[in-house]
């Protein structure tokens, strides 16, 4: 084939019956030709026991799985013209698969309909098996049709009967975990790109269009006229089943206007044959401007190379270091991979929060702590160091755990209280040791800078709502004191917050992917606002404060001993104190993150969750918390700052602020001679307080260029 001709083979699969061989023809045509012919979506699934076809005359080897798809498309009485990969390039000519690779946009665009082999229905085949995967299509369509066609009855998935229990093992089987086609990276771009789709399920048919409608109308259930009694309850109710297809189903929405970071990021979690594939199966997603090193689809460049080039193209297409945020969400698996190059070979794993690189990536959005400095990279003659000019901020001298969590662990309510107790104590620590001042660097009180910290000065939902300030002193206060409370976190004191509240500014996000905005540049900014600003690292002169120091001791007593509270913390009654955010989404979770309620208490539990949410501590902190603590480490540096950062940050790691970078970042010294040649290697993004929104380049800081491996 001429690959400057667009040139592709066309499978014709001839007619047959189901006992018949498979027998077929291939030609060679150009796409500009416009040929009619449709794409099959598929996993190659177990290579042993392959099954010989016959391809113009030549025995050819195809998975048991193809195969199968091979007898369910092929027709009795006519040919039917496909594309499959796994026969239409011949997988071992690195160049030709290359050249079909980059072409793969074009092919799916162009073909009449991309047709999804899900495989065949697991189980005896019996009538009643058939009858629970039938009911699975029937739902879907029962679902999508709902707002032309109310339901008068409850769909056979939600009927608690012996019918409603094999439809929804049926529902496991054939959605994301049960069934292998939703892990593959390869299907990302075969279910989005083609004009349009059917989904074959052994015997079973159903089209693209209607299992997307399905998904949106179980999403808004409000969006429907009328639905029968008990739907509303048993949607709740198979939440986590339904969430197997509703995932990946409305990420393949979102994908349609993800930037290229974004789209990469979302399916990461997606499995692969070669590592290579976790970027080139995506490219037909993204314009070939925004990571011009991967056009090419070469799988003779080795694996670290392609994640180096395509992570530093990120950079250039984001004007900005976020794509560093994806370089350190999980520990790499790739040898020799930079420390700053995105590893997509490394999966993360869905489970029941926000996946970390979400809430990373709207906190990024938040903050300026580049002081709005436009990015400027150093020219390195070594593609796998990343050259950068920054400011150093102080090492890190004291750090302790914050929540350490499984993707599939709850996090329940009281596991926030040992962190935030060992927080505590380590500020204690640090005060007893250092001698430092009754304020913060900030010049306002260290509580506030706790707080703050804690809950990384946002206040969140699935995104930011707004900055801590938004929600005013007064109603801060009452909370967080409301927090220790209930998490058995005894004072000695009241809670002092008393930085100056702004009331009107939030978080606005622009247009875009609900799940992944674009934030304005124009975003409100929230520097400290003292008449003096504490002095930065390196200053000799003490801190100076904005107003008189407050005249408790702000140490917590820690020694105060323990207490059991008569009411459980979900019965508590909350301070009434006005709100200024509303969200729906915490609620639930908190009542599903809580199985072990005594049936007895649960009405009342749920009477709880049920009441307006104005006031509501647990439902501006919880959220808020968990995105800051899971996973990660407190820590406290040389100068006086406190902050968050990644799981393994430690002592004498670095702070620093680069141009380009909304946050700050934790730095380590590479190698012996890493500090002296300003060599360093990334362990991570960080919150530290009073350096957020530009105070740190913003100072007389000398901008440096340093080097990260």
């Given at each position: 084939m001429r690959s400057t001709e667009r040139e592709i083979r066309i499978l014709h699969l001839l007619p047959g019956g189901r006992g018949d061989?498979?027998?077929?023809?291939?030609?060679?045509?150009?796409?500009?030709?416009?040929?009619?012919?449709?794409?099959?979506?598929?996993?190659?699934?177990?290579?042993?026991?392959?099954?010989?076809?016959?391809?113009?005359?030549?025995?050819?080897?195809?998975?048991?799985?193809?195969?199968?798809?091979?007898?369910?498309?092929?027709?009795?009485?006519?040919?039917?013209?496909l594309w499959i990969d796994q026969i239409c390039i011949n997988q071992w000519d690195l160049e030709e698969k290359a050249a079909q690779v980059a072409l793969m946009r074009d092919i799916y665009r162009q073909c009449a309909q991309c047709v999804t082999w899900m495989g065949e229905i697991p189980g005896d085949h019996s009538d009643k098996s058939q009858a629970a995967s039938a009911a699975v299509f029937d739902f879907l369509r029962q679902s999508a049709s709902a707002k032309d066609?109310?339901?008068?009855?409850?769909?056979?998935?939600?009927?608690?009967?012996?019918?409603?229990?094999?439809?929804?093992?049926?529902?496991?089987?054939?959605?994301?975990?049960?069934?292998?086609?939703?892990?593959?990276?390869?299907t990302v771009q075969e279910a989005i790109i083609?004009?349009?789709?059917?989904?074959?399920?052994?015997?079973?048919a159903i089209s693209r269009e209607t299992v997307l409608t399905a998904a949106r109308n179980l999403r808004d259930l409000d969006s429907l006229p009328s639905l029968p009694e008990g739907f509303a309850a048993c949607r709740h109710k198979h939440t986590e089943l339904l969430r197997r297809l509703l995932y990946p189903v409305h990420g393949f929405r979102h994908s349609e206007t993800d930037n290229p970071l974004d789209l990469l990021m979302r399916w990461r979690h997606r499995k692969f044959t070669d590592a290579r594939d976790k970027v080139y199966a995506l490219l037909g997603l993204i314009s070939p401007q925004a990571i011009p090193s991967a056009i090419s689809c070469d799988y003779s460049i080795a694996v670290p190379e392609l994640f180096a080039k395509v992570t530093l193209d990120l950079i250039k297409h984001e004007h900005g270091l976020r794509p560093l945020l994806g370089a350190c969400e999980l520990p790499h698996l790739t040898t020799n991979n930079p420390t700053w190059a995105i590893d997509f070979a490394q999966c993360n794993r869905i489970g029941k929060r926000q996946l970390k690189w979400w809430g990373h990536s709207h906190r990024y959005h938040a903050f300026s702590a580049n002081g709005n400095h436009d990015l400027e990279l150093v020219e390195s003659l070594d593609p796998n160091v990343l050259g950068l000019m920054g400011v150093y901020i102080d090492e890190v001298v004291y750090t302790t755990e914050l929540i350490r969590v499984d993707a599939q662990e709850p996090i329940l309510f009281d596991k926030l209280r040992e962190p935030i107790s060992k927080c505590m104590r380590l500020l204690e620590k640090y005060k007893a040791l250092e001698h430092v001042p009754d304020i913060y660097r900030d010049g306002f009180s260290w509580d506030s800078a706790v707080c703050r910290t804690l809950v990384g000065d946002l206040i969140m939902d699935e995104l930011p709502l707004g900055r801590i300030a938004t929600l005013g002193r007064e109603r801060l206060q009452s909370d967080f004191e409301e927090l220790f409370d209930k998490l058995q976190i005894f004072l000695n004191r009241e809670v002092s917050l008393d930085f100056v509240p702004c009331t009107a500014a939030k978080v606005e996000a622009k247009c875009g992917s609900s799940i992944s905005p674009s934030y304005s540049p124009s975003s409100p900014v929230y520097k400290t606002p003292s008449p003096t600003l504490a002095p930065l690292p390196f200053d000799s002169s003490p801190p100076s404060p904005a107003r008189p120091p407050p005249t408790s001791s702000i140490a917590p007593n820690l020694n105060h001993p323990s207490e059991s509270s008569s009411v459980p913390w979900w019965m508590a009654t909350p301070s009434n104190h006005s709100s200024t955010f509303y969200r729906r989404s915490a609620k639930p979770r908190l009542l599903s993150e809580c199985p072990n309620i005594d049936p007895y208490l649960l009405p009342n539990v749920r009477k709880w969750l049920a009441r307006p949410i104005e006031g509501d501590v647990f439902v501006d902190l919880y959220e808020s918390l968990v995105g800051m603590m899971e996973n990660q480490t407190f820590f406290v540096t040389k100068r006086g700052y406190i902050g968050i950062g990644p799981p393994d940050t430690c002592a004498s790691d670095q702070i620093w602020v680069f141009k380009g970078g909304n946050v700050p970042f934790v730095m380590r010294d590479a190698g012996s001679e890493g500090r002296k040649n300003h060599q360093l290697t990334l362990v991570g993004d960080a919150y530290v307080h009073g350096i957020m929104d530009g105070e740190a380049v913003d100072s007389q800081l000398q901008m440096q260029s340093v080097w990260i491996m």
């Open positions: 061989a498979v027998r077929c023809t291939t030609r060679v045509v150009s796409l500009d030709e416009h040929p009619v012919f449709e794409t099959v979506s598929y996993v190659w699934g177990d290579r042993s026991g392959d099954v010989t076809i016959d391809v113009s005359g030549t025995p050819i080897a195809v998975t048991k799985n193809l195969y199968a798809g091979l007898l369910r498309l092929r027709h009795e009485t006519a040919e039917r013209n066609t109310p339901l008068r009855a409850l769909p056979v998935m939600f009927q608690e009967s012996e019918a409603g229990v094999a439809a929804r093992e049926a529902f496991t089987e054939f959605s994301m975990y049960g069934n292998p086609w939703w892990s593959r990276i390869w083609p004009p349009s789709g059917l989904l074959l399920w052994g015997p079973l």
